[in-house]
């Protein structure tokens, strides 16, 4: 029997999937707020290239690549779940999950090296912008970790199948946060 | 509806690793403005590559391209509204 997410409403859509899209619509007017007030504030003042360039640019690149090759994974755990491959759900769903956490912790040795050398948040207004928007980037990277780590636990009890199609919406939610890096990398570490 | 409809998510990955490659090299060997340029619009396409494909937002309905175009119209319009704040600042 199909769960009140999957049924359709009378757009045709599954009400679970209007329902993410509808918060991720909510999710880029929070980012989207947030980069446009660094943008006009940078295009405003000088001295921002200079601040950015105490980042650990290597860390943050390797992060890019992590958080790229966990969409890759998180969506290969969708088809999977299409094909009713319940092992590589698993699988794909456990790389996604690790990687989440590879992302955390790399995150986390960054902050520790930039608040030793004395930039904590209050060092200035480059470094409240990065710490804003990176830490609440971080928050929602570890949500997207909790949900993974349900679902997971779910497809090793084999208790997915009612469930399955949660899959499907925390790859959405799961590819937006990606996007988000997408454009703080740029905006942090390359300009 | 996503489930009928398949792209190559291994070939994304591929291009997406690619533009992050060429917006890094970018950033090292082009001119600041000519850099800027093309790191943005580089970021832009890979976020375009994301919706579309891995989140299939290529075989869904119209609604949903407005659910998401919404928002971003609106961070447009807010972005504008803040720029006389520096523009015409003394």
Do not use: C
Request: proline share 4%; no cysteine.
């Amino acid at each position: 029997m199909n769960s009140r997410a999957e049924v359709l409403t009378s757009t045709g859509i599954p009400t679970g999937k209007i329902g993410v899209w509808w918060f991720l619509a909510s999710e880029i007017t929070v980012f989207g707020g947030l980069i446009a007030s660094y943008i006009v504030v940078r295009l405003g003042s000088s001295g921002w290239s200079e601040a950015s360039s105490h980042l650990n640019f290597s860390l943050a690149l390797v992060n890019t690549f992590v958080l790229l090759t966990s969409s890759l994974t998180m969506v290969l755990a969708f088809a999977a779940v299409e094909e009713k491959q319940p092992r590589r759900v698993q699988a794909n769903l456990l790389l996604t999950l690790l990687m989440g956490l590879a992302f955390l912790v790399i995150k986390g040795f960054e902050y520790a090296g930039e608040i030793t050398h004395g930039f904590t948040p209050g060092a200035g207004i480059f470094w409240s912008f990065y710490y804003g928007m990176t830490g609440l980037h971080a928050l929602h990277v570890l949500g997207g970790v909790v949900v993974n780590l349900m679902l997971l636990i779910a497809a090793l009890r084999e208790t997915l199948r009612p469930i399955e199609h949660r899959v499907e919406l925390a790859g959405l939610y799961w590819h937006f946060v990606d996007i988000v890096w997408i454009f703080l990398f740029p905006l942090l570490y390359l300009t | 509806m996503a489930e009928t409809h398949r792209p190559n998510y291994f070939l994304v990955w591929i291009w997406l690793i690619g533009l992050a490659i060429v917006s890094v090299a970018a950033s090292f060997v082009l001119p600041k403005s000519g850099a800027l340029f093309l790191i943005f619009s580089v970021a832009i396409i890979k976020a375009l590559l994301v919706v579309l494909n891995y989140m299939h937002l290529k075989f869904e309905r119209p609604l949903l391209y407005a659910m998401a175009i919404v928002p971003l119209i609106i961070v447009i319009i807010l972005m504008f509204a803040l720029f006389p704040d520096f523009v015409f600042r003394g």
